[in-house]
């Protein structure tokens, strides 16, 4: 993918207006423009909650007028029962609405969630994408926006029953005897006194331990997952699947610490809110009162009920508890994504003027006390392309990825005909910068899409132009429905045809400078001849840069810069580097045996320990 189509991308999927200003604000005020909403579920919720206690006030109303002395007053059982039955039906409706409402918010929310992380993440440097594991990343969009869903779609509710139903029934509990009320709260102040010790510093650090050996796990399969072929290809299996088991053990470890420090606190509770133990104490409680002649035996009916209904939403607190403590750990980590800093647009943005490209006394590290570029002046001519060569490590992917502004530079400046990168717009600069990567990503659409991406409304003749130079054209007539197959569902491509089908992609773009970082990786006989071809259409006034380690690639290049644990030893045409006998000498030198050899397997001549 080129960053002309990464532009292009972000602006189709343009973020919201306020997700510059997100990660200045709180959560609560993300939320506030649902704020209304979230009344609407409360208040319905409120509702239905006291509605629920008519059938069990029924059911007590009944027991009492049936187990008075004297005949029985149908027409009073009759209103008694009519009054449950509406008032069962109301919690039903209510909740079922504040349900709906609570679900349809939390769909809402999430939504926008993940929008304000999209914008966030569009609008920081890519490089900083290279330096995060993809499995962290997922889990923040994915199952921390997620963790969001029981907060807003169930704990409003549970939290209000929590509240509204003891606090009414407590009322209605002190007006029939006031010593059974206080008895029938013995179970509930054990569950709540319990509740600190579930709090403590120690559980938290435990809970926190738990996620981040979640996250370890998430990555670990990612990156297994995305490396299988390889690790097939190679047989290394084993060493491949022991990332995975060492995070797993480590996660089994956490969590059995985890549930040590908890099952004992979390039983004594259960235990406490369970139902059998709270009418045990309701019945002891009651019994020493009706046997002393302090209450009547009907008097003792509403506590059987109300009690169990005392406990359960209690029970359910706790629940609600937990989902809160998740999320709000989920948003930590949301917010500090949305805390990102985006790449500091110039305020008053300069055109520049030809695209001559000048690197002044660079400096760059990714961390504060280690550089990778160290000093680099480097200037790349218009209608020239300029090799980097060197030892893996080097910097020389660091050092291409300053041209498109992935990074900037720690010291020193990029400048593009004459103006810092930093003092142009970013969109023009990727209309200006085009990056063909060595990890090529092809989108789930159709081969057409792919290639066009950076031109969306290019014309179907313009885009198999652009396959033909890039030597994929033959090849796309072959898949199913040609330049219409999807990639991904209808057809799957090879790597070196992958890397191609970017190849055009640049080609349509036609950026006045590209930048190819080890454009070869996946360095088939075409997908090198695809590169050369490029080249050479690109050349004229173009700037490129290019990553490379084929002799053919580097041979063909109008100066060649060697790169040196992140400093510049030698530069020239490829002829007078040679005749230096340096660096880059060794490095011909160096490939070419690699060449030779390669070609004596081919022929079948016997190698090394082979030869007799």
């Known amino acids: 993918m080129t960053t002309t189509d990464l532009a292009r991308a972000r602006e189709q999927s343009a973020p919201p207006p306020d997700a510059e200003s997100a990660p200045g604000r709180s959560i609560a005020g993300l939320l506030r423009p649902y704020s209304w909403s979230f009344a609407a579920v409360v208040i319905l919720q409120v509702i239905g909650a006291i509605a629920g206690l008519a059938p069990l006030l029924a059911v007590v109303e009944l027991g009492r007028t049936l ?46 969630f993940r929008r304000l992380l999209a914008a966030r993440l569009g609008l920081v440097p890519i490089g900083w994408f290279s330096r995060r594991r993809t499995g962290e990343l997922a889990k923040v969009v994915g199952e921390d926006v997620s963790a969001l869903h029981p907060v807003i779609a169930h704990t409003p509710g549970e939290l209000v029953s929590a509240f509204v139903v003891p606090l009414v029934s407590l009322i209605y509990l002190f007006t029939v005897d006031w010593r059974l009320t206080l008895i029938t709260l013995i179970p509930v102040v054990m569950a709540v006194a319990l509740v600190p010790l579930m709090m403590t510093p120690t559980r938290t650090r435990e809970q926190e331990e738990f996620d981040a050996a979640m996250g370890r796990i998430a990555s670990s399969v990612v990156e297994f997952v995305q490396g299988i072929s390889v690790v097939k290809a190679f047989g290394g299996s084993e060493r491949a699947h022991r990332t995975f088991l060492s995070a797993a053990d480590d996660f089994v470890g956490v969590f059995l610490r985890w549930v040590r420090g908890m099952s004992v606190v979390a039983a004594g509770m259960q235990l406490a809110l369970s139902p059998p133990f709270v009418l ?67 305020a008053h943005p300069v055109a520049p003027q030809g695209h001559r490209v000048e690197l002044r006394d660079v400096r760059f590290g990714y961390d504060a006390d280690r550089e990778v570029l160290r000093g680099i002046d480097l200037v790349l001519e218009p209608g020239t392309v300029t ?22 530079p720690t010291h020193g400046s ?52 652009a396959a033909r130079l890039a030597d994929i054209h033959d090849r796309i007539l072959e898949l199913p429905r040609g330049y219409g197959t999807v990639i991904g569902e209808d057809a799957r491509l090879s790597g070196g045809e992958a890397q191609r089908i970017s190849i055009a992609r640049a080609l349509l773009a036609d950026a006045p400078v590209l930048v190819l970082d080890e454009a070869t990786s996946f360095a088939d006989p075409r997908t090198e001849q695809a590169v050369r071809r490029a080249l050479t259409t690109l050349e004229g006034d173009r700037t490129i840069l290019v990553i490379a380690h084929r002799l053919e690639t580097v041979a063909g290049a109008d100066s060649v ?52």
Request: charged share 20%.
């Open 280 to 346: 045990l104490v309701v019945l002891i409680g009651g019994a020493a009162l009706i046997t002393n002649g302090s209450m009547a035996p009907a008097g003792l009916l509403p506590f059987l009920l109300l009690g169990l209904g005392l406990t359960a939403p209690v029970a359910a607190l706790g629940h609600g508890f937990d989902d809160l403590r998740a999320a709000g750990r989920a948003i930590g980590r949301i917010r500090d994504v949305l805390a990102l800093r985006p790449l500091p647009e110039p």
């Open 414 to 465: 990029v400048v593009l005909g004459g103006v810092d990168l930093r003092e142009i717009d970013s969109g023009e600069l990727h209309r200006l910068v085009s990056f063909v990567f060595q990890d090529v990503r092809l989108l789930r659409a159709s081969v057409a899409d792919n290639i066009a991406l950076a031109v969306p409304h290019a014309d179907l003749d313009d885009v198999m132009r």
């Open 67 to 112: 187990l008075s002395p004297g005949p029985v007053d149908h027409g009073h059982v009759g209103t008694v029962v009519i009054a449950g039955a509406v008032g069962l039906s109301v919690r039903l409706l209510f909740t079922a609405a504040s349900s709906g409402i609570g679900h349809v918010l939390d769909g809402r929310v999430q939504l926008a």
């Open 561 to 612: 810069v060697v790169l040196d644990d992140g400093s510049i030893v030698e530069r020239g045409r490829p002829a007078e580097l040679l005749a230096r006998n340096g660096k880059f000498a060794a490095f011909w030198r160096s490939h070419r045996s690699a060449m030779d050899e390669e070609t004596d397997i081919r022929r079948g001549v016997p190698q090394g320990d082979e030869i007799r």
């Open 387 to 408: 090799a980097v060569v060197g030892p893996s490590g080097s910097g020389k992917s660091t050092l291409v990825q300053l041209l498109p502004r992935f990074f900037d």
